[in-house]
């Protein structure tokens, strides 16, 4: 072993590459170990629902790491790897084969898991979606479907039924919460978005939770509504949620509370430890708070992993989201307060509006339909505490970036 640092990351999503990456842009010399449980070079996961589902990409066509992989950045790749524990006493990881990997530093980017709902367990004919093979088998069923039942509408379940249903696929989503998508937007907007549904043909059954799933003598699957409703389809897809990835942290005895907690340098309670992404609760304007989406995950991830090769930077990126549902693309940055001091809405075309929360002068949140641009000035308002002005505003000749000249 040489006198270099060594910096062993665990999970090959956006975040435990986002971590190795900063760390060899930070310590040209470390010698850095990423270790994924999946056997393939990490993909980009944002197609596998939407891109990949109607037939115009591939799952592994998106390397996170650039096409030379993670191995052109130096990094060592140890692929098809479990970690069972971390010795904390002797500085090493185990791996599910037995081998122990020490570290002088290690980062934890081991993502989420799914909500499974006992009623649904993965099968034939029963999908949950996660990884490239699941995007792939889901894929494969769809082509050869007439009718698929949702169950969620959130953001997996609602880009699979836009997929399904851009493939001619009939198509219903489940939602138990009276809205779609209210864990990521407004009122205004899911109710928007939901009509873009409708318009397409899916049916949305909001307010409903499941009683009973049956199978049919003909194969298909039906699912009985808490309301009395019958609804039987070729194949189902469950969207319900995630839960953090937090258990080798918690089996460690790091502080944990649904989601390892970190502080905003991504330190966990152990110093040689940091953690980001999906797997950690950060330090909110309102409290620690879990953040799952792709952005965070990446940026997250290099902060997690600059601090560990010797850096000090403090993490300070507003929450975003994006999806693309039919013609919409649907973007959201900022941090929604219980109580916006003030609502605004710019309508920018048939076909695209946009949403502000204000923080009294300020931006707190900002909700977008193919309006990119003005989003990205958006994030920068807010990130940056500039004031803004109510009438530009509403006003959509008034680029949003102009506002940026504003004095803070
Ligand atoms: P999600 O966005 O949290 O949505 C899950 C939805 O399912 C929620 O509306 C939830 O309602 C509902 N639900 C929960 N239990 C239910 C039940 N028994 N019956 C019917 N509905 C139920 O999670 P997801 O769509 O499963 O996505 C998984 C993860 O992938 C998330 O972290 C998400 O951010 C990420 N993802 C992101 C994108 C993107 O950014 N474009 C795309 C796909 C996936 P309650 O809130 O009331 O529980």
């Given at each position: 072993m040489t006198d270099a640092r060594r910096i062993v990351i665990v999970g090959g999503g956006p975040a435990g590459v986002g971590a190795a990456l900063a760390a060899r842009a930070q310590d040209a010399s470390a010698e850095i170990v990423l270790i994924s449980?999946?056997?393939?070079?990490p993909y980009e996961?944002?197609?596998?629902?939407k891109a990949v589902l109607i037939g115009?990409?591939?799952?592994?066509?998106?390397?996170v790491a650039g096409r030379?992989?993670?191995?052109?950045?130096k990094v060592a790749f140890q692929r098809g790897t479990r970690v069972r524990a971390i010795d904390r006493a002797a500085r090493a990881v185990v791996t599910e084969s037995g081998e122990r990997i020490p570290y002088d530093a290690l980062v934890l980017a081991s993502g989420s898991i799914n909500r499974m709902l006992p009623m649904f367990p993965p099968g034939p004919s029963l999908y949950y979606l996660r990884t490239a093979e699941e995007a792939l088998a889901l894929k494969a069923h769809l082509d050869r479907s007439r009718s698929l039942l949702v169950i969620g509408g959130g953001l997996i379940g609602l880009e699979v039924a836009a997929s399904a249903a851009e493939l001619g696929v009939k198509t219903t989503v489940i939602e138990?919460?009276?809205?779609?998508?209210a864990r990521v937007c407004d009122e205004e907007t899911s109710a928007l978005i939901h009509r873009r549904h409708l318009a397409h043909g899916v049916d949305l059954r909001i307010g409903t939770a499941i009683a009973t799933l049956t199978l049919l003598a003909d194969g298909r699957r039906a699912v009985t509504t808490k309301a009395g409703d019958t609804f039987a389809a070729d194949l189902i897809v469950v969207g319900t949620g995630v839960a953090p990835d937090d258990a080798l942290a918690k089996a460690a005895g790091l502080?944990?509370?649904d989601g390892i907690l970190v502080d905003e340098h991504c330190?966990?309670?152990?110093?040689?430890i940091f953690a980001a992404g999906d797997c950690t609760r950060i330090p909110g304007p309102n409290g620690p708070v879990r953040l799952e989406n792709w952005r965070h995950a990446q940026e997250h991830g290099a902060i997690a992993g600059r601090n560990a090769a010797g850096g000090e930077a403090a993490y300070n990126t507003a929450p975003s989201f994006w999806s693309e549902q039919y013609d919409m693309y649907i973007q959201g940055v900022g941090w929604p307060g219980a109580q916006p001091s003030a609502r605004i809405s710019r309508q920018i075309g048939p076909n695209a509006m946009m949403l502000f929360d204000l923080d009294g002068a300020r931006l707190a949140c900002a909700m977008g339909i193919n309006a990119q641009r003005d989003i990205a000035a958006a994030r920068r308002l807010i990130e940056r505490r500039v004031p803004v002005d109510i009438a530009d505003l509403t006003d959509p000749a008034k680029p949003l970036a102009a506002m940026l000249k504003a004095k803070v």
């Open positions: 449980d999946e056997a393939c070079e996961k944002p197609p596998l629902s115009k990409a591939k799952p592994h066509d998106a390397p030379g992989g993670v191995a052109a950045h138990i919460a009276p809205r779609i998508l502080a944990v509370q330190h966990t309670s152990d110093p040689a």
